[in-house]
């Protein structure tokens, strides 16, 4: 049989292709609204405070350490597959959006470190100055400290403004839109204020919403609205 003697049978995948991203899509924010609500110190906690707080909570520290991965594991994938939604109706917000959001997930997997350091301290037999020590030399290393720099900067400015460009492309209705928009704002501010934490686990549910508002525009759509024809 000559090439082009008969048609290549290609199997369409784009129905389950665009299912599986609707489930992953509201993941990574559930993980992080976990993390923040189970994180046994509070984020304003000096290294002494953050080292005994992890002393009494090592399970739930153990839980802190595995869900990190999986958040930014799934961050990143929704955050592409988001602003490819948004491009259709605002592109240059959703440019703008995911040029700030991805350093910012990304940096999240520098959050880890020190958690880590501090788990290992622990578990290691450290005394509390030897473990507070190692902990203010992690936290004093520049590299360290641009990452969440870039992480505190990127994640908050930049789900603003990937939720409004969001919004404003219809993909999500308006309240989802609002839900998305004030989430990290929040969620900074109660950071900042030591509010109780399932304030702020609260906060990156509302993320969590926004995403699977996004989900479900995405779950509802025609293949081809999804993956034209002609693109393949």
Not at 13 to 24: D, I, Q, Y
Not at 109 to 122: E, H, P, R
Not at 185 to 197: E, I, Q, R, S
Request: hydrophobic content about 60%.
């Amino acid at each position: 049989m000559t090439i082009g003697s008969a048609a290549v049978r290609v199997r369409d995948t784009r129905a389950f292709r665009r299912r599986a991203l609707a489930v992953l899509l509201p993941l990574g924010p559930l993980c992080v609204a976990v993390i923040r609500t189970v994180l046994p110190y509070g984020t304003t906690d000096d290294a002494a405070a953050q080292l005994a707080g992890v002393a009494t909570g090592q399970g739930a520290q153990g839980a802190v350490l595995w869900l990190v991965p999986i958040a930014v594991l799934t961050l990143v994938p929704a955050l592409f597959v988001l602003t490819r939604l948004a491009l259709r109706g605002a592109p240059v917000l959703a440019i703008i959006a995911i040029t700030l959001a991805l350093p910012g997930y990304l940096g999240m997997a520098a959050l880890g470190v020190s958690d880590a350091a501090a788990l290992a301290a622990v578990t290691a037999g450290l005394s509390p100055s030897d473990g507070t020590a190692l902990l203010e030399a992690l936290a004093a290393q520049p590299a360290l400290s641009v990452s969440v720099g870039l992480f505190v900067l990127g994640h908050v400015v930049g789900t603003v403004l990937l939720g409004t460009a969001l919004w404003r492309a219809r993909v999500v209705p308006a309240w989802a839109g609002v839900a998305l928009v004030a989430s990290q704002p929040l969620h900074l501010a109660f950071v900042l204020t030591g509010a109780p934490k399932i304030l702020d686990g609260g906060a990156w549910g509302l993320t969590a919403l926004g995403f699977a508002a996004a989900a479900l525009t995405l779950a509802r759509m025609s293949d081809e609205e999804y993956e034209p024809q002609a693109w393949r």
